[in-house]
Each structure stands twice: as structure tokens, then as C-alpha cells.
């Protein structure tokens, strides 16, 4: 991390895994996590999913706007983790898969995944291990400009678990959405729970395993 020292305040180009390339001035940075400004947004990009970065030529990058929200708090040590508990109940956009970020809020952050709120999808749990990154709103902005209202006791009749896993296992002989199901084969029924697979059963009773790890969002039906 310590090569990023020495572009803080600079313009640099990060690539992500899937080729993926952002742009933008490095702000801050922490352990596990990198913050840009690309002249609109800040961008909060988990470490894991950087490639590379390099010093960027462009110069014609705006400055900070004043309007524009930050999740890092003074005098606290930035870590991926720390960001997600400052977004909480803060409207950001967030990237995890496709080619479509997910709008609304994180309700909560637990061991290995966060409970998130989409007007949209409703309440989502996404694995730590594959949010690319995050956007917080400017302040005065709401997702699809619905009322503050709309947001309040948004809440899920599951109590939480501590891992993923185990909260899966409160899904057993559910309908559940998998990857905000783009592909047909990720909706169906949560039948089993293995060690390291799901057993989803599909159309025509057809029976299909997914490999836990490969997982990024999980939605109710």
C-alpha cells in the first residue's frame, strides 16, 4: 500500500477484475480500500478487486464539490469495513455483478456479507467478497426520487445471522433470486444447504448446484 502514497492527490487509472477501468484522484486510502473522486462521485473500491493502477495523464478532473457525501470519519483509521458501517441508512449506489448497480441502502453489515435495501429488488444479501464498489448519494438526492417514507421500517421478517452461510440456511424451502437472476437457471427453490453448494431446484423439478463461493447476491422470491 505504500506505493499509494505517493499518488495521493493525483489523477490515477484503476483497472478491476473484469476489466473494468475507473478514473479518478485518490482521495484517501486505507488497509483494504481505496477512495476516488472522478469529478461527480466518490468511489469506494475494495483492494481485492484492484488489478492494477498507474498515474493517469488526465488534468482535467474537477476538485471536490462541496455537496458531494464521504463515509470516512476524522481521526478513524479507513478499512473496507469502516465504510460500510458509516453507509449505513446512507442511499448509495452500489456494483456487484453484471452490468447493473443496485440503488437504496445497507441495513446491515455482518461477518462476511451486508443486508441491503433496493427499492427495486427489496432486501438483498450481498457477499463482502464481491462488492466492487460503492457511491454514496449527494445529500440531497434519493434513489428514483421516491419520499424518505418510502425507506422508513423497510425491514425483513429473518432475524440475521452472523455469516452468509447460515443465513442461507434460513432459506431452506424458499423461492430465492440468485445474482438478481439474469440468468433463468438462478431462480428457483432453495432445497439444501450443503457445506460448499446450494441445491436450487428449477422448471420441470430439474435440480441444479451452485458453488457458494461463486454466489454475490441473494434475494427472496
Given at each position: 500500500?505504500?506505493?499509494?502514497?505517493?499518488?495521493?492527490?493525483?489523477?490515477?487509472?484503476?483497472?478491476?477484475?473484469?476489466?473494468?477501468?475507473?478514473?479518478?484522484?485518490?482521495?484517501?486510502?486505507?488497509?483494504?480500500?481505496?477512495?476516488?473522486?472522478?469529478?461527480?462521485?466518490?468511489?469506494?473500491?475494495?483492494?481485492?478487486?484492484?488489478?492494477?493502477?498507474?498515474?493517469?495523464?488526465?488534468?482535467?478532473?474537477?476538485t471536490v464539490g462541496s455537496?458531494?457525501?464521504?463515509?470516512?470519519?476524522?481521526?478513524?483509521?479507513?478499512?473496507?469495513?469502516?465504510?460500510?458501517?458509516?453507509?449505513?441508512?446512507?442511499?448509495?449506489?452500489?456494483?456487484?455483478?453484471?452490468?447493473?448497480?443496485?440503488?437504496?441502502?445497507?441495513?446491515?453489515v455482518l461477518s462476511d456479507?451486508?443486508?441491503?435495501?433496493?427499492?427495486?429488488?427489496?432486501?438483498?444479501?450481498?457477499?463482502?467478497?464481491?462488492?466492487?464498489?460503492?457511491?454514496?448519494?449527494?445529500?440531497?438526492?434519493?434513489?428514483?426520487?421516491?419520499?424518505?417514507?418510502?425507506?422508513?421500517?423497510?425491514?425483513?421478517?429473518?432475524?440475521?445471522?452472523?455469516?452468509?452461510?447460515?443465513?442461507?440456511?434460513?432459506?431452506?424451502?424458499?423461492?430465492?433470486?440468485?445474482?438478481?437472476?439474469?440468468?433463468?437457471?438462478?431462480?428457483?427453490?432453495?432445497?439444501?444447504?450443503?457445506?460448499?453448494?446450494?441445491?436450487?431446484?428449477?422448471?420441470?423439478?430439474?435440480?441444479?448446484?451452485?458453488?457458494?463461493?461463486?454466489?454475490?447476491?441473494?434475494?427472496?422470491?
Amino acid at each position: 500500500m505504500n506505493s499509494l502514497s505517493t499518488l495521493l492527490g493525483k489523477p490515477i487509472t484503476v483497472e478491476l477484475s473484469g476489466k473494468i477501468i475507473h478514473t479518478g484522484i485518490l482521495n484517501d486510502y486505507g488497509r483494504d480500500i481505496i477512495i476516488l473522486y472522478n469529478g461527480q462521485q466518490f468511489l469506494y473500491i475494495p483492494m481485492v478487486h484492484v488489478q492494477s493502477f498507474q498515474l493517469s495523464q488526465r488534468n482535467d478532473i474537477q476538485t471536490v464539490g462541496s455537496d458531494e457525501k464521504t463515509l470516512e470519519q476524522t481521526n478513524s483509521q479507513i478499512s473496507y469495513r469502516s465504510i460500510l458501517n458509516n453507509a449505513r441508512e446512507v442511499f448509495v449506489e452500489v456494483y456487484v455483478t453484471g452490468t447493473q448497480s443496485i440503488h437504496g441502502y445497507i441495513k446491515n453489515v455482518l461477518s462476511d456479507y451486508i443486508v441491503f435495501y433496493s427499492p427495486i429488488y427489496k432486501t438483498m444479501y450481498i457477499s463482502l467478497q464481491h462488492l466492487k464498489w460503492l457511491i454514496p448519494y449527494p445529500t440531497d438526492k434519493i434513489p428514483y426520487s421516491l419520499d424518505q417514507g418510502f425507506f422508513t421500517n423497510k425491514q425483513s421478517d429473518l432475524t440475521l445471522s452472523r455469516t452468509l452461510k447460515e443465513q442461507l440456511k434460513k432459506l431452506e424451502g424458499k423461492m430465492i433470486v440468485l445474482d438478481m437472476g439474469k440468468e433463468e437457471n438462478k431462480v428457483g427453490l432453495l432445497n439444501k444447504l450443503g457445506d460448499h453448494t446450494l441445491e436450487l431446484i428449477i422448471p420441470y423439478e430439474k435440480k441444479l448446484y451452485w458453488n457458494l463461493q461463486h454466489l454475490k447476491i441473494i434475494s427472496l422470491s
